[in-house]
């Protein structure tokens, strides 16, 4: 596999989130009006939550297979109402307060697992990226010094200005839930 760069990252969210709304921004329209909506990004982010669904399938026969082995609960059902999520997420407790969540992104061949900072995780999180590779061949984990870089210039419907990263805007707002 070749090693995921930033570059490559960037040019990805910037398919589906564009760049040249802060000009719209500072005309004072605010984030989550149809301006964004009307957008080649926002039609791209559509179709691929579109094919999301169509392929919902194997996603639910994955987490099935983990939430046989673990407390799971699955974060993609707003995708399957007609959500524009940009990944499939869902989350495994790891004890009664604490979660880890994991993200396959429907908007390239990535995925992710947030993890919470305490010892039970280690093995869960191998457990979990073995079974994202092998049911999704190719898809590569996104390595937190990349994940956690803002993106510059993005509007994100979900985020200000100079916040988004690129683990919000390839995974959702689900993957900031494991820190709460």
């Known amino acids: 596999m070749m090693k995921i760069t930033r570059s490559e990252l960037l040019d990805v969210v910037y398919r589906f989130y564009p760049r040249k709304m802060l000009d719209i921004a500072r005309e004072h329209v605010p984030p989550g009006?149809?301006?964004?909506?009307?957008?080649?990004e926002h039609r791209r982010l559509v179709e691929a939550a579109s094919r999301g669904r169509a392929e919902y399938p194997t996603w639910k026969a994955m987490?099935?297979?983990?939430?046989d082995r673990y407390r799971l609960q699955?974060?993609?059902l707003h995708?399957?109402?007609g959500g524009t999520d940009p990944a499939y997420s869902a989350r495994i407790w790891l004890t009664n307060e604490t979660a880890m969540t994991f993200h396959v992104s429907l908007l390239g061949?990535?995925?992710g697992i947030h993890l919470p900072g305490i010892s039970e995780e280690e093995p869960v999180a191998r457990d979990v990226a073995r079974e994202i590779e092998a049911t999704y061949p190719g898809y590569q984990p996104i390595p937190p010094e990349l994940g956690d870089v803002i993106v510059p210039d993005l509007f994100e419907p979900r985020a200000y200005f100079g916040v988004a990263t690129i683990y919000l805007c390839l995974f959702s707002e689900v993957w900031t839930w494991a820190d709460l």
């Open 79 to 81: 995708l399957l109402s």
């Open 109 to 111: 061949p990535y995925y």
């Open 33 to 40: 009006e149809l301006v964004y909506d009307d957008t080649e």
């Open 63 to 67: 987490i099935r297979r983990l939430g």
């Open 74 to 76: 699955n974060e993609s």
